[in-house]
């Protein structure tokens, strides 16, 4: 008969987190998350940027968050951690930090000296985010997004929640190093079909994909 | 393309929004019996030219807004938050919602 053994139950592995949209080999794993890990050359690229932390905040549109964050309705700006604030609704921001980080985010929000009913909702899970850099990044989106995206209607810092290939969408418009970008989020269920649309219209424009590292945020 | 200019976020695609009815006032739930309850949730007046009704921008900053709108025509007169004061227009239209002849 054998020894009762004393040890405890086997370690689990620590859980992996996959992104809706499916990725491409060689992938990694960033902050507990599998990720695509290539780069690509195309003057226009897409990358999955969904385990980017991901919070949405709801509070008086004329409040003392609102006079914290310091971010309007329809604009975008970072704070002095990196974090991209977005005023996506009326009394209603989405904030979206480095992978990892939705605790620290919602922490900091919930330690404000604020005297009014705020929510705070950590949506890194729930929704799928896609990074659209390119100078063609416009005329691609303008095949599947009927808002005027022109340099004076929507420069840099300036976000909307619109439709995109029929999905409801919320699209940032946020520059890397000068040359034009757009962050776009949606629910998670629609995030494979709104990168796969975005895979399809932008062939015409050479569209390549490249990994979670080479977008760099 | 069918424009509708959100009083939060302007001119935006019809396909946007969801049309949310004609506006009315909500009968008092205190006092007000099945019957106008019922002309309330699910009857309208229809009228051949300017009303007033409400729409969803559901697609973008979900928030209501009132609409004043010819049926004839499909001209919009008016697009308002709610409770913005109602142009001269409108002010005919809103009285035509739920009208005693209905059944």
């Known amino acids: 008969m054998a020894e009762p053994t004393t040890a405890g139950p086997a370690p689990q592995p620590e859980p992996l987190a996959r992104s809706p949209i499916p990725t491409l080999t060689p992938t990694a794993i960033v902050a507990g998350w599998e990720v695509t890990d290539r780069s690509s050359d195309a003057s226009t690229r897409l990358a999955d940027l969904s385990p980017l932390a991901k919070v949405h905040v709801r509070a008086s549109e004329d409040g003392a968050l609102a006079a914290a964050l310091d971010v309007r309705f329809l604009k975008a700006a970072r704070d002095d951690y990196g974090v991209l604030i977005t005023g996506s609704g009326p009394g209603e921001w989405t904030l979206i930090g480095p992978a990892g ?117 | 393309m069918i424009t509708l200019s959100c009083p939060w976020c302007g001119p935006r695609n019809v396909t946007e929004f969801a049309y949310g009815g004609e506006s009315g006032a909500r009968p008092d739930p205190a006092t007000a019996t099945p019957q106008p309850w019922r002309r309330y949730l699910y009857t309208n007046a229809n009228p051949a030219g300017p009303v007033t009704e409400t729409w969803l921008h559901r ?45």
């Open chain 2, 59 to 103: 697609a973008g900053c979900r928030r209501y807004l009132v609409v004043e709108r010819d049926t004839t025509t499909n001209e919009i007169l008016a697009i308002r938050r709610p409770g913005g004061a109602p142009s001269t227009s409108a002010r005919h239209a809103t009285t035509g919602r739920a009208t005693e002849q209905r059944p």
């Open chain 1, 101 to 217: 980080t939705a605790g620290d985010i919602a922490g900091r929000l919930s330690a404000l000296d604020v005297d009014e009913r705020i929510t705070i909702v950590d949506l890194t899970h729930g929704r799928a985010l896609v990074r659209l850099t390119g100078d063609a990044g416009s005329t691609l989106l303008a095949t599947v997004c009927a808002v005027d995206l022109d340099e004076h209607t929507m420069p840099d810092g300036t976000c909307l929640r619109t439709s995109v290939a029929r999905v409801v969408t919320d699209l940032v418009r946020d520059d890397r190093d000068g040359v034009r970008s757009y962050l776009l989020h949606c629910e998670r269920s629609s995030g494979a079909y709104l990168a796969e649309q975005l895979r399809q219209v932008g062939e015409a424009h050479g569209l390549g994909v490249e990994g979670f590292a080479a977008a760099g945020r």
